[in-house]
């Protein structure tokens, strides 16, 4: 969903941590499934580890994943919580195998596939991914025309916030999700300021509560989501996007493409992983896949693994494809 990249060059920590979907109240982590760190169990066919990056639909793919390789092909799974750039520099440490679920960085693909080599591509999860800007439905009903961009400063003061400086409000979520938004507003010369909310969960629950309450609210969010499903949102229409018209960050003023998310692991792992690589490879599922386990994590009190375990046992045929012969 996202064309992200961590803000800034940090000092990489990977720290081995329980993961699950984030709730909406409260934003904070569930304990999932495989605890990372585990010590190799007796007869363990070897360990694998599968970085989660911060939302809740890339969390559901690397459950499935980690439960299939467990549970089918006895291996031990780390799932070690890691921001997107952070994961890709854990291919050169060894802290990372997998990245199960990749928006774009063709940066990040010249560095350390085409540069450095310690990272290849390993096919499409299946899911098409779309990051846009959205509001609730009600808005769209009162004001047809907003959902054209070139509106958007005529409601500008519908968006204020105690935190927007008397500009309108786009909320943004967890700051590592470094994206277009502040060139577009530049460059589109729209009357706004990014307000960061922190995390996927804000996003959420600020999109429930605009619904519900008649709130206004413009917003950073991305498909695939469960949220969908539940809530009435509606896209805004930026400028149309063409081949390259996001090719220099600074200069960008139109919408973001749809993209073939896709797998990316350590060119270790894809030498030597054996049939832990080619399960990861050969796993492809629906939008539509992804977001039920996802709303499971989330809204429904399951763990990562219990959620991943629903779904496996509903569509045998499905990940039976997927197992290495």
Not at 82 to 101: N, S
Not at 153 to 170: D, I, M, P, R, V
Not at 264 to 293: C, H, P, S
Request: hydrophobic share 40%; glycine share 10%.
């Amino acid at each position: 969903m996202k064309i992200r990249l961590l803000a800034g060059l940090l000092v990489l920590g990977l720290t081995a941590v329980g993961c699950g979907g984030a709730t909406v109240e409260t934003g904070t982590p569930r304990s999932s499934a495989p605890a990372a760190g585990a010590s190799a169990s007796t007869g363990s066919a070897g360990t694998v580890k599968i970085a989660i990056n911060p939302w809740v639909g890339y969390e559901a793919s690397a459950n499935v994943v980690a439960y299939l390789l467990k549970n089918e092909l006895n291996y031990n799974v780390e799932l070690p919580e890691i921001k997107e750039q952070l994961a890709w520099e854990g291919f050169e440490t060894g802290d990372v195998d997998v990245i199960i679920e990749n928006w774009g960085h063709p940066d990040l693909k010249k560095k350390f596939i085409e540069e450095k080599k310690t990272a290849v591509e390993a096919g499409s999860t299946g899911n098409k991914g779309v990051i846009g800007w959205y509001i609730p439905k009600w808005m769209a009903d009162e004001h047809p025309d907003i959902t054209d961009s070139k509106n958007l400063n005529k409601y500008a003061g519908l968006f204020k916030t105690s935190e927007s400086g008397g500009k309108g409000q786009l909320l943004f979520g967890d700051p590592s999700y470094v994206s277009n938004e502040d060139a577009l507003i530049k460059n589109l010369k729209l009357n706004y300021k990014v307000v960061v909310g922190g995390s996927e969960a804000a996003l959420i629950k600020g999109a429930q509560q605009a619904q519900e309450q008649k709130k206004a609210l413009l917003f950073y969010f991305w498909d695939p989501h469960w949220l969908f499903s539940k809530t009435d949102l509606v896209r805004v229409n930026l400028p149309a996007y063409t081949e390259g018209c996001d090719a220099d960050p600074k200069k960008v003023a139109c919408d973001y493409p749809e993209m073939d998310l896709d797998k990316i692991v350590a060119k270790r792992f894809a030498d030597t992983g054996g049939k832990a690589y080619e399960l990861v490879k050969n796993f492809n599922w629906t939008n539509e896949d992804q977001n039920a386990v996802a709303d499971d994590m989330t809204n429904n009190g399951m763990s990562g693994e219990e959620a991943a375990k629903k779904w496996i046992e509903a569509n045998t045929a499905k990940w039976q494809a997927w197992i290495p012969k």
